[in-house]
């Protein structure tokens, strides 16, 4: 499955695991982030028209 | 239809409604296939064996480094020159996406450097240039998270980006001066259009690049939304509150 | 222009002002670091620019958050605002003000402390020159961090976290000046460069700490 990596694997896989995980952590912190201010927001304009 | 319509949160949203599907499944689509391509489909280099393959993440992720700074800057100015909110926010939406792209850059190049440099890290003008830039990035997000009223925020932040912009290029020659380095040149000198990777590795490289950028314009527009909901919100809140 | 410079001056020097600590501040770093390196002269005597620069520069940093901020608090900042002198002199003049109180006593006690580090001989001259030109920018770089945090409470840190990145291109100058002087190299282009530097900080900096300074107070 794996490619041969040579005498190098443990840094390339590391190289490789370290920047995906950042990346997903960013998306997934942003998806969060934003589905809540989203949320938060809806909220607001709920109460806005309750109230009048 | 001026493009400065899209200054209208409103207007915005639609467009970023409308154009996000499409960037989110190219980013998504670009970094995988170049990711993939680059690390089972391409040969070792003679020298560097299997290490060649961190590539695809380095240089994307500086490259980006870079051009989500000179988006803020560019964001800044607008803000600054013509009030724009959407530009603001979104300036203040780029810049934890900078960072993140810059640390990937510093790590990779570190378990990069290791075995080919024998160091994970060495004073060489584009190692430290970068670690200067990522200071920027903090400050910068640190005085958005400072300052309590978001137009003054906008403000600050946004001639701290000008200035900042002015001494990382400074830096950047000084650093220059200071210390001859081990990096070698870029391996894609846009002024010059030719380039010094061979064929195998550089398409895999290009996709990965696209596929940088594209996740990076994606992540900016959705978060610059987050950043509008949340302004919006507050102002919502502040006049029921006003009201009561 | 000169009422404000005396009286920043005169509250400067006055107890409690903070004109001393940040000699004194400069001094303790200086006896500090041949305990945390060692007191291997040879070693000492290359590292002595490099850790004068940086004494200079964090004593500088020190004395920064209360440039604006006590004016701030008593309301004499948002009288210059209105004030009929335009902002960009006032500020000059506080760095002015600045410069003389915490970097003019640091360039004449540079000599004093380079002697306890074995500066070598021709060093002398470099490394005061080069202070002297050097911390001038320091003064108007703090000045617009100051101007940019000045709103802020407990600014202080972030103070730090802004003002240190712009500082690089003035430390590097500077101290490779005073390196290269103290080796005994050609030492005149880092000076020149320097130079170069506190005079285009002093000339475009005061308009960008006013600018900021009239967003913060609005």
């Given at each position: 499955m794996l490619p041969e990596l040579g005498k190098y694997a443990a840094e390339v896989i590391s190289a490789y695991g370290v920047s995906i995980a950042m990346l997903l952590a960013l998306v997934?912190?942003?998806?969060?982030?934003?589905?809540?201010?989203?949320?938060?927001?809806?909220?607001?304009?709920?109460?806005?028209?309750?109230?009048g | 239809m001026s493009i400065w319509s899209y200054a209208n949160p409103v207007k915005f949203l639609a467009l970023s409604a409308?154009?996000?599907?499409?960037?989110?499944?190219?980013?998504?689509?670009?970094?995988?296939?170049?990711?993939?391509?680059?690390?089972?489909?391409?040969?070792?280099?003679?020298?560097?064996?299997?290490?060649?393959?961190?590539?695809?993440?380095?240089?994307?992720?500086?490259?980006?480094?870079?051009?989500?700074?000179?988006?803020?800057?560019?964001?800044?100015?607008?803000?600054?020159?013509?009030?724009?909110?959407?530009?603001?926010?979104?300036a203040k939406a780029a810049a934890p996406v900078g960072v993140v792209?810059?640390?990937?850059?510093?790590?990779?190049?570190?378990?990069?450097?290791?075995?080919?440099?024998?160091?994970?890290?060495?004073?060489?003008?584009?190692?430290?240039?970068?670690?200067?830039?990522?200071?920027?990035?903090?400050?910068?997000i640190a005085l958005w998270e400072a300052v309590e009223d978001p137009d003054t925020a906008a403000d600050l932040t946004s001639v701290l980006c000008l200035v900042g912009s002015v001494f990382a290029i400074l830096s950047r020659y000084a650093v220059n001066f200071w210390n001859q380095?081990?990096?070698?040149?870029?391996?894609?000198?846009?002024?010059?259009?030719?380039?010094?990777?061979?064929?195998?590795?550089?398409?895999?490289?290009?996709?990965?690049?696209?596929?940088?950028?594209?996740?990076?314009?994606?992540?900016?527009?959705?978060?610059?939304?987050?950043?509008?909901?949340?302004?919006?919100?507050?102002?919502?809140?502040?006049?029921?509150?006003g009201k009561a | 222009m000169k009422a404000l410079l005396q009286r920043d001056l005169r509250l400067a020097l006055r107890a409690g002002g903070g004109f001393g600590l940040a000699l004194a501040f400069f001094l303790i770093v200086v006896v500090l670091v041949p305990f945390s390196v060692g007191p291997e002269t040879d070693l000492l005597s290359?590292?002595?620019?490099?850790?004068?620069?940086?004494?200079?520069?964090?004593?500088?940093?020190?004395?920064?958050d209360r440039l604006l901020a006590l004016d701030f608090e008593d309301g004499t900042l948002d009288l210059l605002v209105t004030a009929p002198l335009p902002l960009e002199a006032a500020l000059s003049v506080k760095a002015l003000a600045h410069w003389v109180t915490t970097g003019l006593p640091l360039v004449l006690a540079a000599p004093v402390l380079g002697l306890m580090l074995n500066v070598p001989g021709g060093g002398y001259f470099w490394l005061v020159i080069s202070l002297a030109l050097g911390t001038p920018a320091?003064?108007?770089?703090?000045?617009?961090?100051?101007?940019?945090?000045?709103?802020?409470?407990?600014?202080?840190?972030?103070?730090s976290l802004l003002v240190l990145p712009l500082y690089v291109p003035t430390l590097i100058f500077g101290a490779e000046a005073a390196r290269r002087g103290a080796a005994g190299l050609e030492a005149s282009t880092p000076l020149l460069l320097l130079a170069g530097i506190t005079l285009a900080c002093v000339a475009c900096m005061p308009f960008a700490s006013a600018a900021v300074l009239r967003m913060g107070l609005k």
């Open positions: 997934v912190l942003t998806l969060r982030r934003g589905r809540r201010a989203r949320a938060t927001l809806r909220l607001a304009e709920q109460e806005a028209k309750r109230d | 409308r154009v996000q599907p499409v960037l989110w499944g190219a980013a998504g689509g670009c970094v995988c296939l170049g990711l993939i391509w680059g690390f089972f489909g391409t040969p070792d280099d003679a020298r560097q064996g299997s290490t060649v393959k961190i590539i695809y993440l380095h240089v994307p992720a500086a490259l980006m480094a870079i051009n989500a700074w000179f988006m803020m800057l560019v964001a800044s100015l607008i803000w600054l020159i013509r009030r724009h909110h959407v530009s603001a926010l979104a792209m810059t640390v990937i850059a510093l790590v990779t190049g570190a378990i990069w450097g290791q075995p080919m440099w024998g160091t994970w890290w060495a004073w060489d003008p584009r190692l430290t240039s970068f670690l200067i830039l990522f200071l920027f990035y903090l400050g910068y380095g081990l990096h070698q040149g870029t391996s894609v000198p846009v002024a010059t259009g030719g380039r010094t990777v061979a064929d195998v590795f550089w398409y895999p490289l290009l996709i990965s690049m696209v596929g940088f950028g594209l996740l990076f314009i994606a992540m900016v527009f959705y978060r610059t939304g987050t950043e509008i909901s949340l302004r919006r919100a507050a102002a919502l809140r502040a006049r029921s509150d | 290359t590292i002595a620019p490099g850790v004068l620069w940086l004494g200079a520069l964090l004593a500088c940093l020190l004395s920064l320091l003064s108007v770089i703090g000045t617009f961090g100051a101007a940019l945090t000045v709103g802020i409470k407990r600014g202080g840190l972030l103070l």
